[in-house]
């Protein structure tokens, strides 16, 4: 499924890294994470994809083409400070949301929606990308974040969309295959899936998916068996 581009993580590794590896706030486990062939999470020059399915039911996209991005993105801004102010209270570094790195953009016949935001965390030399797809569905949504520098800009959006063409759902599964009969409706709209709002109820700090990619990381002792096992797939890939 992943190609020869990329190999996957699954749950308990995707979440050593995020935790241990790149210093973020525990929270849920992701169902896994994508990485690029070639490269570990304890190499500088590496980039991730986290992977995580929301089942709240079907997402209306009647909204999409009202939606304020300016508006939106001033929001955004006002709830990650308030999240900054927990984050330095618990010993984490402080974060800021400096804006888009590229606008939201929902393309309406596959269902996707993609955009990404610039970071800055604490006193780090470079700024964090956060790059996000939503692939909506029948009964939910696929979201996957992308976890990067920025000045890796533009090998993300190189990969853009070989990620994008991973994102599909088994038929009877898909968006256009909704059924107002049977099927639940999300409460929530293409707006709440940029703010993050779906993410409130699982108390997870990290509302907005605001993840820190260390760069330049030491390999504790305790990660030493994890390095070793993804140094090993490197060399295979």
């Known amino acids: 499924m992943w190609g020869e581009a990329f190999y996957f993580l699954g749950p308990d590794d995707a979440n050593t890294v995020l935790v241990k590896v790149w210093g973020n706030p525990p929270g849920r486990k992701p169902l896994g994470m994508l990485f690029p062939a070639g490269v570990t999470p304890f190499d500088a020059e590496s980039w991730a994809v986290t992977i995580e399915y929301e089942q709240d039911g079907y997402v209306s996209d009647e909204d999409a083409s009202k939606i304020d991005y300016g508006e939106l993105l001033d929001q955004m801004k006002r709830v990650t400070k308030e999240e900054s102010e927990c984050r330095v209270k618990e010993g984490y570094a402080p974060i800021e949301l400096v804006g888009w790195a590229s606008e939201p953009y929902y393309d309406q016949r596959p269902h996707k929606l993609h955009w990404a ?31 990067a520098d920025m000045s890796q800009k533009p090998e993300i959006d190189a990969n853009l969309d ?3 063409a991973m994102t599909q759902f088994n038929p009877g599964n898909t968006y256009d295959e909704f059924n ?7 409460a929530y709209g293409v707006g709440a899936l940029i703010t993050g709002k ?18 330049g990381v030491f390999i504790l002792a305790g990660l030493a068996a ?3 096992r993804l140094m090993g797939r490197n060399r295979d890939a």
């Not at 610039?118 to 990308?129: M, P, S, Y």
């Open 117 to 147: 935001k610039e970071i800055k965390f604490g006193e780090a030399k470079q700024n964090t990308l956060n790059y996000n797809i939503r692939a909506l569905g029948r009964q939910g949504v696929l979201v996957l974040n992308y976890i």
């Open 162 to 164: 070989a990620v994008m």
């Open 180 to 186: 107002p009969e049977i099927d639940k409706v999300a």
């Open 198 to 215: 779906l993410l409130a109820k699982t108390g997870f700090l990290a509302v907005l998916m605001l993840f820190l990619k260390k760069g």
């Open 226 to 228: 994890l390095g070793k």
